[in-house]
Nanobody, 121 residues
Framework: QVQLVESGGGLVQAAGSLRLSCAASGRTFSTYDMDWFRQAPGKQRELVASITSGGNTNYADSVKGRFTISRDNAKNTVYLQMNSLKPEDTAVYYC???????????????WGQGTQVTVSS
């Protein structure tokens, strides 16, 4: 079982910055690939950024050059630094990881409760 708790959302003006944090439970956090998703009202949840256990990163085209995902394994935490925010970045942001059971190879998805980011124009 993995618990994910996000923090750091809020209201910010366009062109501003926010840093989201996601604290994870578990002693094997360093082995998890981690993701940030977001969901705007009336839209599907979309992948924003990913970081592998080895530190490789990937971003949605809409946030490349503005957002940075990072992790601190000593703190069991993944971050999303968001710069040059735009009103279209307004959404609930969710932390996510998928764990594959060693014996069964069954995949388990874990989500945080979400944190609201609102960007005003």
């Amino acid at each position: 079982q993995v618990q994910l708790v996000e923090s750091g959302g809020g209201l910010v003006q366009a062109a501003g910055s926010l840093r989201l944090s996601c604290a994870a439970s578990g002693r094997t956090f360093s082995t998890y690939d981690m993701d940030w998703f977001r969901q705007a009202p009336g839209k599907q949840r979309e992948l924003v950024a990913s970081i592998t256990s080895g530190g490789n990163t990937n971003y949605a085209d809409s946030v490349k050059g503005r957002f940075t995902i990072s992790r601190d394994n000593a703190k069991n935490t993944v971050y999303l630094q968001m710069n040059s925010l735009k009103p279209e970045d307004t959404a609930v942001y969710y932390c996510h990881t998928q764990i594959i059971a060693a014996l069964s190879s069954r995949r388990y998805d874990y989500w945080g409760q979400g944190t609201q980011v609102t960007v005003s124009s």
